[in-house]
């Protein structure tokens, strides 16, 4: 095991070591110092012309593939690794995302820079093009002056921002990004696809009693935990941190249950429901504290506006939506029969994103209601053909996009910041409170074994990833607290298959005995 490690590890580093030096040969020859800097004090190079690049072969996208390619390559060894170990693939496709974006650090990527500090970018941008000032003066006037201390980023990215290549490495980044977005869309319509209703209801209150515990405690105690580690941070930073670690990963705790046999039993059920209705709660929770983030404010009638978006947007579309989809299906099927199970899918996954978007919500929130209201019977009385299924064709696009996501979760991890005792010892304290939180949620399971309701629950997976995705994104976690939101998310998802191990066989001797 120890030897395939170390191939896999020596792989990653050939493989980035050429990226690097790939990344770096595209590098044109720069103008002289006297040019450069007058270019960069009245020019913006996000806006620099294709004449002005140097392209190869006329592709300017040529640069695009090339890092794709070693993401997909990374999530696949990854993902090899992490079935060595017993682990999700999930797990090794973020740690292989670590160690990718370790080698490019060291090499000096640019681009991995960029990935990193896309906040950053995204201000300067934004204040170059709505404000009446200079590239160099919007560079300037909005990177972090902490960052320009010893050790941070800051001088880094105004070299990178500053220099004619910008343009030409921030469109590559775009559009790497694009591609994680879309992975992450997929996912959730995925799990939304995969979602039944029916079942849920059928498990009733037990399952949302257990969802309500394990989104409200969690919630709570990282809201407390992070106020009182971190008390300079605001309270949108508390919020969001407390909303983090209520997620739950379905995806995870199923594929345990799975691999032990144990999916028929009543505990396994209300899991799963719960983990469904959490996922929903979760999502709900998202968009609240995100859209007081994004408001600025934090008033009682702030929260009761998202809050009712939130429940109207998934109400309508819950209960109006299946009734068009059916006939939109048969309609469609008239137009293209052999491929309506795969367009339309796609097509309504991306309407529903860009309007949960434009009504103020998450964009996953519209993907993963997509997935709810798409059923296979609509197809099958559309097309009369049972064999071939939404999810057959959805599940290879899945497959490519969402490994994607998760190896650029683990590019922006900066291991650096485990160094520094203090974002380390709030990793640590949020796990604890995150496993804790979890745990108490079986309490109202009576006649059940807690424990394993408890356990159940703990791992956050790709759920906690998403949401760690969205912090960055929005500038609520700087890339200190977004690794620490890692080290949960690595630590929960690696407890619980041992501890679902230890808790069944002490379910199996008590069924034993009786």
């Known amino acids: 095991m120890g030897n395939i490690l170390c191939k896999f590890v020596f792989f990653i580093f050939l493989i980035f070591l050429f990226l690097s030096l790939h990344i770096k040969s595209d590098v044109r020859c720069e103008p002289p110092a006297s040019e450069k800097e007058q270019r960069s004090n009245t020019t913006n190079p996000a806006s620099v012309t294709d004449n002005d690049q140097n392209i190869s072969h006329g592709d300017k996208f040529s640069s695009i593939y090339i890092v794709l390619f070693f993401l997909i390559i990374g999530a696949v060894a990854g993902r090899f690794i992490a079935k060595k170990f017993n682990q999700p693939e999930v797990l090794g496709e973020l740690i292989a995302g670590v160690i990718i974006g370790v080698v490019l650090y060291q090499f000096n990527s640019p681009l991995m820079t960029l990935i990193r500090h896309q906040d950053d970018v995204n201000k300067i941008v934004q204040s170059s093009s709505g404000e009446n000032i200079t590239w160099k ?259 290879p696009i899945e497959m490519i996009f969402a490994p994607v996501f998760f190896v650029i979760m683990g590019l922006q991890v900066d291991v650096m910041a485990f160094g520094n005792l203090n974002i380390l010892g709030v990793a640590l304290a949020l796990t604890i409170v995150a496993i804790l939180g979890k745990l108490v949620s079986g309490i109202f399971a009576k006649g059940m074994d807690k424990k394993i309701i408890g356990i159940g629950m703990v791992p956050r997976g790709e759920v906690g990833l998403i949401f760690a995705g969205i912090g960055k994104e929005i500038g609520i976690l700087d890339g200190a607290m977004f690794s620490a939101i890692i080290i949960i998310v690595i630590l929960t998802t690696f407890i619980t298959p041992p501890a679902l191990k230890w808790a069944f066989s002490n379910y199996d001797k008590k069924l034993i005995k009786n």
């Open 137 to 395: 003066e919007a560079v300037e006037k909005n990177i972090p002056k902490e960052s320009l201390e010893q050790g941070g980023h800051g001088k880094e990215l105004i070299s990178i921002m500053e220099s004619p290549e910008f343009s030409g490495n921030n469109m590559t980044v775009q559009a790497i990004l694009l591609f994680s977005s879309f992975g992450v869309l997929i996912l959730l319509f995925a799990v939304g696809l995969e979602t039944n209703m029916e079942e849920m209801f059928n498990v009733g209150r037990p399952a949302l009693l257990t969802a309500i515990v394990g989104v409200v405690v969690p919630s709570l105690l990282g809201y407390y935990t992070s106020m009182w580690l971190l008390p300079d941070h605001g309270t949108n930073f508390y919020l969001f941190v407390g909303a983090t670690l209520c997620a739950t990963s379905i995806g995870i705790t199923a594929r345990v249950f799975k691999d032990l046999n144990k999916l028929g039993i009543p505990e396994a059920k209300i899991v799963l429901g719960a983990a469904v209705i959490d996922d929903i709660l979760g999502l709900i929770v998202l968009a609240v504290v995100a859209g007081i983030i994004s408001s600025g404010s934090l008033e009682l009638s702030t929260i009761v506006i998202i809050l009712l978006k939130a429940i109207l947007f998934l109400g309508i579309v819950l209960y109006v939506g299946p009734k068009f989809v059916r006939q939109l299906i048969k309609f469609g099927a008239v137009l293209d029969r052999k491929k309506i199970s795969l367009l339309f899918p796609i097509a309504l996954l991306m309407l529903l994103a860009w309007l949960s978007d434009m009504i103020g919500l998450a964009s996953i929130v519209g993907a993963f209601a997509a997935g709810l209201i798409i059923k296979e019977e609509y197809f099958n009385d559309a097309l009369k053909d049972k064999h071939k299924t939404v999810k057959s064709f959805i599940e």
